[in-house]
C-alpha cells in the first residue's frame, strides 16, 4: 500500500489550520500535527519527521516563520511552503533565501493548496533523480577491455569481465554476479547497459543483462547461467540466439 505524504502545519490561526488540515485529509495527504509556534514545530521535527512543511510566515512567538524555517534547514532538508495574507518587499526577500517550495496567499482555495502541494511534490521527485544520477556518476565502474573496477565497501575491486554471470536490477541498483561474489553498485541498469561492451553482454529482459558466453541455456521464456533460472523477453529472444551464434 502506497504511503501517503506527511504534512505539518505551522499556523497561528486555528481555524485556518484546522481548515488545512480538513482540506488536506480530503486530498488523501496524511498531517503530522498542527502547531501555532515555530518552537513546537522544530520540536515536531525531531519527533515525527513530515515530508512537507505549510509554514504561515507570520507567526507569533520568538520566531516568525522564516526564523523557523531557517532553524529547521540546520538539521533537515525539509521542502518548506510559506502560507502568507501579505508581505513586504523586505519579509520576501528573507523568505525567499531559505529557497521556499512555493508561496500560497490568504485567503487562498483548496485548488491553490493542491497545486502548491502537487508542485512540490514534483520538484522533490526531480531532486531526487538529480541525487540518484550523482550518486550513480560517484559509483560507475570503471571498465578497461578486459576487466572492470567497481567500488565494493571502502575501495576499488576488480572483476574480469569473463567472470561475470550476469547482472540484475534492483531499483536504482544493480547487482553484478560473478561465480563466488556478489557485488551491488549505486548505478542503475541502463547505464550500466551503456558503459559495458555489446560484443560481451546483452540485456535479456527489463531487469537482467547476461554475459553472453555463460548462457547454458536458451528456452523460451528464460536462459540458464550457473544453474539459475533468468527471465528471458520473448521479444528479445531472437537477437539473444543471434549473438549466441556469432560467438
Excluded at 503530522?32 to 512537507?52: F, K
Excluded at 507567526?59 to 523557523?68: E, S, W, Y
Excluded at 531472437?238 to 549473438?243: A, D, F, G, Y
Aim: aromatic share 6%; net charge negative; hydrophobic share 45%.
Amino acid at each position: 500500500m502506497d504511503t501517503p505524504i506527511k504534512l505539518l502545519i505551522v499556523e497561528d490561526d486555528m481555524i485556518i489550520a484546522a481548515n488545512i488540515s480538513l482540506q488536506l485529509s480530503n486530498l488523501g495527504y496524511e498531517v503530522t500535527a498542527i502547531v501555532p509556534r515555530g518552537e513546537e514545530a522544530i520540536l515536531q521535527l525531531e519527533e515525527n519527521q513530515p515530508d512537507i512543511v505549510l509554514l504561515d510566515i507570520h507567526l507569533k512567538g520568538a520566531l516568525d516563520g522564516i526564523a523557523t524555517a531557517q532553524e529547521m534547514q540546520k538539521n533537515a532538508d525539509i521542502p518548506i511552503i510559506y502560507l502568507t495574507a501579505n508581505a513586504d518587499e523586505a519579509t520576501f526577500n528573507r523568505a525567499k533565501a531559505t529557497r521556499p517550495y512555493a508561496f500560497i496567499s490568504k485567503p487562498f482555495k483548496k485548488l491553490d493548496l493542491q497545486r502548491a502541494i502537487e508542485l512540490t511534490i514534483s520538484r522533490m521527485a526531480e531532486n531526487q533523480d538529480i541525487a540518484t544520477e550523482q550518486e550513480s556518476a560517484r559509483e560507475a565502474p570503471f571498465i578497461l577491455s578486459d576487466r572492470i573496477f567497481v567500488r565494493h565497501k571502502d575501495s576499488m575491486v576488480k572483476i574480469f569481465l569473463e567472470d561475470i554471470l550476469y547482472i540484475e536490477a534492483d531499483r536504482n541498483y544493480c547487482r553484478i554476479f560473478t561465480k563466488n561474489k556478489e557485488y551491488l553498485l549505486a548505478i542503475t541498469l541502463k547505464i550500466m547497459e551503456e558503459k559495458l561492451p555489446p560484443q560481451h553482454f546483452i540485456r535479456i529482459h527489463r531487469s537482467y543483462i547476461v554475459n553472453i558466453v555463460q548462457v547454458d541455456e536458451v528456452a523460451e521464456s528464460h536462459v540458464v547461467i550457473a544453474r539459475k533460472a533468468i527471465p528471458l523477453s520473448k521479444s528479445l529472444r531472437e537477437e539473444l540466439l543471434k549473438r549466441i551464434q556469432t560467438i
